[in-house]
């Protein structure tokens, strides 16, 4: 589940589908983002979520699986939830 959906977040219509789920604060400052960076949206987000799944500690990852757990729809939860973190980290 989770690694289908990460393996498709670079495809433009799975990238929007994501998207449209999010906060709409939170979709803007991926498109400024992506904007920023001359990427397109879907190569932003599959590439914000496999550099946090490269480089999470235990402690994100323990947090995070405790999202998928509690969730109806464990992968996209945890897609929202990474994508959360890695815009607002500071």
């Not at 959906?5 to 991926?30: C, F």
């Not at 323990?62 to 500071?90: C, H, N, Y």
Request: aromatic fraction near 6%; charge should be negative.
């Amino acid at each position: 589940m989770l690694g289908e959906l990460i393996a498709q977040l670079d495809r433009p219509e799975v990238a929007s589908g994501v998207m449209a789920t999010l906060h709409p604060d939170l979709a803007r400052e991926i498109e400024r983002r992506s904007k920023a960076l001359s990427m397109p949206v879907s190569d932003f987000v599959a590439g914000a979520v496999r550099e946090f799944l490269d480089n999470a500690d235990d402690e994100l990852w323990f947090q995070l699986l405790t999202i998928m757990r509690k969730s109806d729809d464990p992968g996209l939860s945890a897609v929202q939830t990474i994508l959360t973190w890695v815009v607002t980290e500071p």
